[in-house]
């Protein structure tokens, strides 16, 4: 079965038990990266994942904590023998950062290493990423200050609710909109900084939009009331937590 797997939690400053954020799409012999935080070739050893298993990389947007494990993930690839392509999504301003940093290290464009493709995500609701074994993702723009930023709904065809994750965003309409109705909706808790949401304005997203369950993600952890920040997603009649490093959720 198809699952959702959390390899890092935090907002921009990790610490012992929790890395900056990122998420595995993983199904039977295949998997899609969700941003690429901390080290992502070692935490896929760690699930089990294989180089050749990664159908595809999506990033939802060009902010470090989101972005600064492409490199080593590109160049552990290739030097783990990697021959398959490797699709790489997300807003084009986001792939342009990317690029320049592969460039950084010569990882950009090598004669001897597998072809990255880069797929510029159109700039509109509801639109298709991509699908994999019956999975698919769909996102929407969302509003993270000046930055181009992705939400993300994983669902498959037939069975199973849909769970969507927001990324970095301010309280958006269009998020309600792609999680309306979903299972689990896993939003971003900064706290009160531009661009970003609370703990409050998550459980009123997860309110407006139906979903069945909430998992506060991108929270702080260092200094911070834990407990605390759960306990201030008020407003939402259903499950309110905080998204674990090594949590794992089915579709």
């Given at each position: 079965?198809?699952e959702?797997?959390?390899?890092?939690?935090?907002?921009?400053?990790?610490?012992?038990?929790?890395?900056?954020?990122?998420?595995?799409?993983?199904?039977?012999?295949w998997?899609v990266?969700?941003?690429?935080?901390?080290?992502?070739?070692?935490?896929?050893?760690?699930w089990?994942?294989?180089?050749?298993?990664?159908?595809?990389?999506?990033?939802?947007?060009?902010h470090?904590?989101?972005?600064?494990?492409?490199?080593?993930?590109?160049?552990?690839?290739?030097?783990?023998?990697?021959?398959?392509?490797?699709?790489v999504?997300?807003?084009q301003?986001?792939?342009?950062?990317?690029?320049?940093l592969?460039?950084?290290?010569q990882?950009?464009?090598?004669p001897?290493?597998?072809?990255?493709?880069?797929?510029?995500?159109?700039?509109?609701?509801?639109?298709?990423?991509l699908e994999?074994?019956g999975?698919?993702?769909?996102?929407t723009?969302?509003?993270?200050?000046?930055v181009?930023?992705?939400a993300l709904?994983?669902?498959?065809?037939?069975?199973?609710p849909?769970?969507?994750?927001?990324?970095?965003?301010?309280p958006?309409?269009?998020l309600v909109r792609?999680a309306?109705?979903?299972?689990?909706?896993?939003?971003?808790?900064?706290?009160?900084?531009?661009?970003?949401?609370?703990?409050?304005?998550?459980?009123?997203?997860?309110?407006?939009?139906?979903?069945a369950?909430?998992?506060?993600?991108?929270?702080p952890?260092?200094?911070v009331?834990?407990?605390?920040?759960?306990l201030?997603?008020?407003?939402?009649?259903?499950e309110?937590?905080?998204?674990q490093?090594?949590?794992?959720?089915?579709?």
């Amino acid at each position: 079965m198809p699952e959702l797997i959390i390899l890092g939690t935090a907002a921009s400053v990790p610490d012992a038990g929790h890395d900056t954020v990122g998420l595995l799409l993983r199904g039977p012999g295949w998997a899609v990266l969700v941003d690429c935080g901390g080290s992502p070739l070692y935490k896929l050893a760690r699930w089990g994942v294989e180089p050749d298993q990664i159908r595809a990389i999506v990033l939802t947007h060009r902010h470090a904590d989101h972005l600064y494990g492409l490199p080593m993930l590109v160049q552990g690839l290739w030097l783990a023998g990697r021959q398959a392509r490797l699709p790489v999504y997300g807003p084009q301003e986001t792939l342009d950062v990317a690029r320049r940093l592969l460039e950084l290290f010569q990882l950009a464009e090598r004669p001897d290493m597998f072809a990255l493709e880069w797929h510029p995500v159109p700039n509109r609701e509801g639109v298709t990423v991509l699908e994999v074994e019956g999975v698919r993702i769909s996102a929407t723009p969302t509003s993270h200050a000046d930055v181009d930023s992705l939400a993300l709904r994983f669902e498959q065809d037939s069975a199973g609710p849909a769970i969507v994750y927001s990324s970095d965003t301010r309280p958006c309409p269009a998020l309600v909109r792609l999680a309306a109705g979903a299972g689990l909706l896993l939003h971003e808790a900064t706290g009160n900084y531009p661009g970003h949401s609370s703990p409050a304005q998550a459980a009123e997203a997860a309110r407006l939009a139906g979903v069945a369950r909430l998992g506060l993600i991108h929270y702080p952890v260092r200094g911070v009331d834990l407990e605390g920040w759960r306990l201030a997603a008020t407003g939402f009649p259903g499950e309110v937590f905080l998204a674990q490093d090594g949590d794992r959720y089915p579709l």
